[in-house]
């Protein structure tokens, strides 16, 4: 895989994770009944496997974001 197709995928899956993130209550109730795939905006693979993915890793998480990295007291490094 290239670097780009690397970052590409990158991006999808957090587009994903952005989705999960800002579910209004009617989209909640679809996923809930029918899973994701009705929100999945990718059509072919290994896209729609990729934002699929993101989109489950933030509801596991609670829709919640990822903690920071801790920077042990250091600021701006």
């Known amino acids: 895989m290239s670097d780009y197709e690397y970052r590409r995928l990158k991006r999808i899956f957090a587009q994903g994770w952005t989705a999960a993130e800002r579910l209004t209550r009617e989209q909640r109730r679809i996923v809930e009944a029918d899973g994701s795939a009705p929100l999945n905006?990718?059509?072919d693979e290994p896209e729609r496997t990729r934002?699929?993915?993101?989109?489950?890793?933030?509801?596991?998480?609670g829709g919640r974001?990822?903690?920071r990295p801790r920077t042990f007291g250091r600021r701006g490094a």
């Open 41 to 43: 905006p990718h059509a």
């Open 51 to 61: 934002w699929s993915e993101g989109f489950d890793a933030a509801r596991a998480n």
């Open 65 to 67: 974001p990822l903690p």
